[in-house]
């Protein structure tokens, strides 16, 4: 694995160690989605709705991951990476992350419904 891939994976920990758990402090809306399965994580680190979900649930979707893109437009620049680099280890580390009964996606695109178990992540994630 090289270097810069490690490096963006230890910065988008930090960045997404504060960002996520301060987000859903802010926004029941998305506590919710997540904890019900409606939304997931994907490995690109962007949320999907998983089922479900109206037009006000897209939006929330929508939004957040403009959030996202903007942190890792900001954070790849600076780290030297890629914008789909960070987001890719984002993705990791968020699904890494997800608790027992919340939604994210498996590497062969299938939902999964987090359990006791770890994750299944892609073979690339640090």
Do not use: H
Request: charged content about 25%; overall charge positive; glycine content about 10%.
């Amino acid at each position: 694995m090289n270097r810069a891939f490690v490096k963006t994976g230890i910065a988008a920990l930090a960045v997404f160690g504060l960002a996520l758990p301060a987000l859903a402090q802010r926004d029941p809306a998305y506590e919710a989605a997540r904890s019900s399965g409606s939304i997931g994580e994907k490995p690109d680190g962007y949320l999907a709705v998983v089922s479900g979900g109206d037009g006000q649930l897209q939006k929330l979707v929508s939004d957040i991951n403009l959030k996202r893109k903007q942190v890792y437009t900001e954070r790849a620049s600076a780290e030297g990476s890629t914008v789909e680099q960070f987001a890719f280890t984002a993705g990791c580390n968020t699904i890494s992350r997800t608790k027992p009964g919340e939604k994210y996606q498996a590497p062969d695109g299938s939902w999964k419904t987090r359990d006791g178990s770890p994750p299944v992540r892609d073979a690339r994630c640090p």
